[in-house]
């Protein structure tokens, strides 16, 4: 896959991208659909997040709902969970989803010398990639993408939020989900891939503070709290938006989480980069017609947003979050059916992908499309072939 970067700096480039306005606000996250779960009653989550711990699990008939479906899926969650709720009755934190972590430990009381930018940013991509990061890419901090507010998830307060002062850079991590896993969506089962990738980014944020906190600068590890990913990772190089409203990433396609650390650390940026998303989002469509809701839109990019979950005063394909997620309450689990179908979905360390997805950047991408459909690349694997087959090389 031939990958472009783009020239203009990384703010001038989402600018133009996406028709920022200046009616761009920074997001509240109170209007964030899963705190809506907790304080709007429209959004009724029924057992939804009950459904996260194993002594509530909702065992059904189906494949991929059963009890080591449930069993499966909630272990895969549960550090995020232990670490993450650790001052939930204090503080009303969700740490990694409302707050940022809390858990390092203090700092060195003398700064390590630097001597390079260069290679400090070269130390801490390394030692990224060493924690569990598929890719890592660094951003300078973008206030817009920064929550206006924190949402209290007990006492349902919505908090003034800022970053403490001084950090000026995020470390983006792009963790993979599981492949295999992530062809079997949606089910209880494949919620195990989301579960493994937010412990896989919890461990890795966190590794990584502490490493900057032992260095001697701050450092705040941080999932889907605090600010928005999808924004800053383009602006960290690690790929193009996709008419599901996902990351696309150049390594991995859209089956990724995203973590990130602030930093005050003295790193390089790195630029956006381009490789035909978009042009290829405009002739596929493939999660429009295949999402069970019509959460995702058709068509071109719009300015307003279906409702006010999302931001506003930026152009682009927003996924109506309130039909999304009543789906997911609906089957008691995560779905990513987006993710499963989409054609950059592949498994890259095949050669074969990646020449069609080269072809995915050409004027050849409807033949890459007609292919996907021919291969039936994009559906669904049953749960049960994946408990049977789901451990290569045994
Ligand atoms: S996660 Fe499922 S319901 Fe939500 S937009 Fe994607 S396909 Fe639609
Ligand atoms: S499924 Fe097609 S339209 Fe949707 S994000 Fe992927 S490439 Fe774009």
């Known amino acids: 896959m031939k990958v472009r970067k783009v020239k203009k700096s990384s703010t001038e480039f989402i600018n133009k991208e996406f028709e920022v306005s200046s009616q761009l606000k920074r997001f509240n996250q109170k209007n964030d659909i899963f705190s809506r779960a907790i304080w709007d009653e429209t959004i009724n989550p029924k057992k939804f997040f009950l459904s996260y711990d194993i002594a509530n699990y909702a065992p059904k008939k189906s494949k991929g709902f059963d009890h080591w479906d449930y069993a499966f899926r909630n272990a895969s969650w549960h550090l995020t969970d232990v670490v993450g709720e650790r001052d939930f009755e204090s503080r009303g934190a969700v740490e990694g989803f409302t707050d940022y972590y809390t858990i390092q430990t203090e700092a060195s009381p003398s700064k390590v010398e630097i001597t390079s930018i260069e290679d400090t940013t070269h130390r801490i991509k390394l030692a990224a990639k060493m924690f569990g990061a598929g890719m890592v890419g660094i951003c300078n901090i973008d206030k817009r993408w920064v929550y206006s507010h924190n949402f209290d998830r007990k006492t349902q307060e919505a908090k003034p939020f800022d970053l403490p002062k001084g950090m000026k850079h995020a470390i983006m991590i792009i963790v993979p989900m599981d492949y295999e896993l992530s062809k079997t969506y949606p089910a209880a089962l494949s919620g195990a891939a989301t579960g493994i990738g937010y412990s896989t980014g919890l461990n890795c944020a966190n590794t990584m503070a502490q490493f900057i906190i032992n260095l001697g600068y701050n450092a705040i590890a941080s999932l889907n709290d605090t600010a928005l990913n999808i924004p800053m990772a383009i602006e960290a ?33 790195d630029k956006p980069v381009e490789f035909g998303v978009k042009k290829f989002c405009n002739v596929c469509e493939r999660c429009s017609k295949s999402c069970p809701v019509k959460a995702i839109p058709f068509g071109d990019p719009q300015t307003s947003p279906p409702n006010f979950s999302s931001q506003t005063g930026i152009k682009k394909w927003t996924v109506n979050a309130e039909k999304c997620f009543r789906f997911w309450v609906g089957m008691n689990t995560d779905c990513a059916i987006c993710i499963r179908v989409c054609p950059y979905n592949k498994d890259f360390s095949k050669w074969w992908h990646r020449v069609g997805i080269k072809f995915a950047n050409s004027p050849f991408r409807k033949l890459v499309l007609k292919t996907d459909d021919v291969w039936k690349f994009g559906e669904r694997v049953l749960t049960s072939k994946w408990w049977q087959k789901g451990i290569r090389n045994q």
């Open 237 to 269: 190089g690690l790929g193009e938006y996709g008419r599901h409203g996902l990351l696309i990433n150049q390594k991995f396609g859209p089956n990724i989480r995203i973590a990130k650390v602030f930093t005050d650390l003295p790193l390089l940026a």
